[in-house]
């Protein structure tokens, strides 16, 4: 017959175990959990529940008298101490810790976060080429960005929420991209975000660097970025298959004010929806030709989710119209720079910041 064991050993074993599970973690407040065996559901609720809440309440009540700097937190605490009565261990969880900026991506040749993309010499079989990973990309934004504040955090893993992202060939620049680094399981949380921003500027400014300060924000930032639909600015080098006309170049300008219909692009059709979306076009601002009239710059207002190499090729038909189709010769995007994104970190983080500080 099952029954419940004796409270008062449980208690001293949960607070030992709680002492120990605490060490070297930083934080500033705490929860209790307990969690019993299955055969327990047989017993009456109301004594599993008073059994329980035994435990929590005494060692809650110890773990703040030991602890005079730190508190009981029930809705988000920072550790969650989980008593199992079965085996008498405490598991640990720790609440990650999130860190906004915004970043400038300068290189053409980067994932923003992993991608499983085959070695393109050996297909995952391994080779010099790929340092016998198998992968194509074997570093990403993510990690330039993140490995050093995970290193100062003492987090066991990091990954990057972005608003948006960049082909892997698309440059980021001027205001950079807002993004969110969430630090998991972090066993230090105070840490000097001045000085983490300076160290990751500096050590790899060729290839990523961040245009804004860092700085804490809650959890509900990751979903606002996400949700959040920015216009954004662009500048784009456009290659031609023959000589361009410079007056047909120059008629692009009058794609400002328009709306371009653009069906889901054939690169992505495979993991996006298959329909046709407007776009809106707020100003298109063509350079002169160059390299023989084969080639001219121009930079591009838009609203959100509007495919820039598409807008230029034409995909087949699938953007309409497009500069192939206005300029009566097949172009491609030679290359992309993301030059502005329409939101503004007052708009982004006043709501969130104000959760932070009620923390």
Known sequence: MTTLPELDPHIAQALERCFEAAESIEFRNFKVGVQGPKSWKTLPEHEVYEFKSGIKRNVGVALSVAWPERHVEFERPELLFVYDVPSGQVKTTIRPVFLYSRYQKLSRDLPQTPANWACDHCQRAGCEACGQSGLKYTRCLQDYLGELAQEAHLAEDIRLHGMGREDVDVRCLEGGRPFVLELRSPRRREVDLVALKEAIDAAYPDVATLAAPLRRVPRSTVARIKEFAADKHYRARVRAEAPLDPARVAALADLSGTIVEQRTPTRVSHRRSD??????????????????????????????????????????????????????????????????????????????????EDL
């Open 275 to 356: 329909k046709v979306r407007p776009r809106y076009i707020d100003q298109a601002r063509p350079e002169p030709l160059e390299a023989e009239g084969l080639e001219f710059v121009i930079e591009i207002e838009t609203e959100s989710g509007t495919y820039i190499k598409e807008l230029i090729s034409g995909d087949g038909g699938r953007s309409d119209p497009s500069f192939s189709e206005l300029l009566g010769v097949p172009c491609v995007c030679a290359e992309l720079d993301v030059l502005a994104i329409s939101a503004s970190d007052q708009e982004l983080l006043a709501d969130d910041l104000r959760e932070l």
